[in-house]
């Protein structure tokens, strides 16, 4: 998207990426440098591109030497933004590319863009759009104790909302401001909670906006005097924050989520991508969330959607299907794939959603009955009836069936998958046999 930023209106440029830890990682550009910012663009080193955990922690892998080399992120001026028209600003994502000029392997918008293309070879039109929970947090009022939630409760109350009115409205106008369009926001059900739905747009956009909307909130937090987390489990035995993704996806015009006439109330075409989706979930859920506490959060009752099944309005299957309002289904019937969190790389989370969604169109895959009771209530002989199944229960056992899947191998390529699973996988052997409250010391600002 254009969002109608001009070089002459810019003091310095935010050129950013997100790398395999589900951090933001940024170069400033000043204004003199800014006509190079998509020619030339920055240097990234392996390492802060690629092999970064999110402790810092330096991996490597046998295609990518943390040491030796460089990248360069080259800013996707279609994308910029403007963060503060008074201070002259801006953001703007990057691309990874290698010193010869081509797409570099490790590059997760690349891999988007590509999957993004295989959905326009196959006729289909998708439309995502995220929420966005995070926790806000103010000060301990004595030294030496740690930040309290912002709010109080009661869940999704107007008093909530008062708490943090003059943060709430600020952040609408600043996201207004930075061209990223809000459909909603309300006070969520945790302490401190809040949520931000943002309006469907085509992929790439998509995540940009949620990108973005991330380095707003966090900004404009710290100008109010508070803090803001996206980690997916903020304050242990809490609630948890995801990243909910809702999909929408059309062929010839029509939406394939929403046919009333049909048995399962969708398209032929819909209950492939249903079925698609719900097939390499096991394998892909390390994308979707790749931190200690992604899996902490995919337990029963949290609404994460921790087992693998799909049902109408069915916050605890990990796919919600979303009829829309009566006589307007064609409009805003869509799916919500509820295992994401705010510890992804939210190109590849995306990336992964989408490419098996189009797995199931390709295999003609049939999904199973849908489920219209919270899972966990049912017995184990009428889970194993009805084909539902628990993601892993591990960021470890996630990441083995990663790097064991021959699909999302050939969606993203070795190296890719490779540099992921190695940045992950020391989390995974530092972290995972911590308790969750020492975990969320660690990362409960890093994202």
């Keep these: 998207m254009n969002r109608s ?13 997100v790398d395999n830890a589900g951090i933001s990682r940024v170069k400033v550009l000043p204004h003199r440098r800014l006509l190079s910012a998509s020619t030339h663009g920055v240097t990234i080193s392996h390492s802060a591109g690629v092999l970064f955990s999110v402790d810092d922690h330096l991996n490597s892998t046998p295609d990518v030497d943390p040491v030796v080399g460089d990248l360069r992120g080259i800013a996707d001026t279609s994308s910029m933004a403007m963060l503060d028209r008074e201070a002259r600003l801006a953001w703007a994502p990057a691309d990874l590319f290698s010193l010869d000029g081509t797409p570099h392997p490790t590059c997760q918008r690349t891999a988007l863009r590509r ?4 959905a326009e070879d196959a006729r289909v039109t998708f439309t995502v759009g995220f929420e966005l929970e995070c926790t806000v947090f103010r000060p301990a009022d004595e030294p030496g104790r740690p930040p309290v939630p912002a709010t109080t409760g009661p ?8 708490e943090v009115e003059a943060f709430a409205f600020a952040a609408l106008e600043a996201l207004d401001v930075a061209g990223v369009p809000v459909d909603q926001m309300h006070p969520e059900f945790g302490s401190g909670q809040l949520e931000f739905a943002f309006a469907p747009r085509d992929p790439m956009a998509a995540v940009d906006d949620l990108v973005l909307a991330r380095v707003v909130l966090t900004r404009l937090a710290q100008r109010h005097g508070l803090l803001v987390s996206f980690a997916p489990v903020p304050i242990p035995g809490g609630s948890t924050n995801g990243c909910h993704v809702h999909l929408s996806a059309r062929r010839d015009g029509r939406n394939v989520f929403a046919d009333p006439k049909a048995k399962l109330g969708v398209t032929p075409l819909g209950a492939n991508m249903i079925a698609g989706i719900l097939d390499r979930l096991e394998e892909g859920v390390a994308l979707l969330g790749g931190s200690v506490l992604s899996f902490a959060r995919l337990r029963p009752h949290a609404w ?3 087992d693998v099944c799909w049902g109408p309005g069915n916050r605890e299957a990990a796919i919600r299907f979303v009829p829309g309002q009566a006589g307007m289904g064609a409009e805003q019937s869509n799916i919500e794939v509820k295992p994401v969190d705010g510890a992804a790389n939210p190109y590849l989370a995306l990336a992964a959603i989408l490419a ?18 919270d899972p966990s209530t049912l017995t184990a002989a009428q889970r194993r009836s009805a084909g539902i199944r628990p993601l892993p229960a591990d960021l470890g056992s996630a990441l083995h069936r990663l790097e064991s899947s021959e699909f999302y191998r050939g969606v993203f390529g070795d190296v890719l998958v490779d540099a992921y699973v190695a940045v992950r996988q020391h989390e995974w052997e530092a972290y995972g046999e911590h308790v969750p409250e020492d975990v969320a010391d660690l990362v409960r600002w890093r994202y």
């Design 5 to 17: 930023v001009r070089f002459d209106d810019i003091r310095a440029l935010l050129v950013c990426h």
């Design 115 to 118: 999957v993004v293309d295989d």
């Design 155 to 162: 869940a999704y109350s107007t008093r909530a909302l008062l």
């Design 304 to 306: 994460a959607g921790a």
């Design 356 to 373: 098996a969604a189009l797995d199931g169109v390709a295999r003609d895959a049939a999904p199973p009955k849908p489920v219209h009771v």
